[in-house]
């Protein structure tokens, strides 16, 4: 069975620091396969926070946590890590972990593109 499951996450002030983890399983991990992470504000979309390749770990980054947050893999894991430092307010929201194989680079950012969702999990940044 094909799966993703999402931990860490909760509540820190602005400025503090917050660690997410992502497992997968069941997937082929091939040179296409990508882990990444998006996450929902409260009535607004989903979007793209950050993304790293299985073949040569190339990451990607939304704009608006480009030096603050840092996704990293451990392959033999099978594990992906989303380290959020300097966190804001704006940064609330549920975060889901997706993973999915044959997702070219120019999709590598679109939710869609990925076939296996975690449950997500809450990040709460207090001003």
């Known amino acids: 069975q094909v799966q993703v499951t999402e931990s860490g996450g909760g509540s820190v002030q602005a400025g503090g620091s917050l660690r997410l983890s992502c497992a997968a399983s069941g997937f082929m991990f091939n040179n296409k396969y990508a882990m990444g992470w998006f996450r929902q504000a409260p009535g607004k979309d989903r979007e793209f926070v950050a993304t790293i390749t299985w073949s040569g770990g190339f990451t990607y980054y939304t704009d608006s946590v480009k030096g603050r947050f840092t996704i990293s893999m451990d392959k033999a894991k099978k594990t992906i890590t989303l380290q959020m430092n300097s966190l804001r307010p704006e940064d609330t929201a549920v975060y889901y972990c997706?993973?999915?194989?044959?997702?070219?680079?120019?999709?590598?950012?679109?939710?869609?593109?990925?076939?296996?969702w975690g449950q997500g999990t809450q990040v709460t940044v207090s001003s």
């Open positions: 997706a993973g999915g194989t044959g997702i070219i680079t120019s999709r590598l950012r679109v939710g869609d593109a990925y076939s296996t």
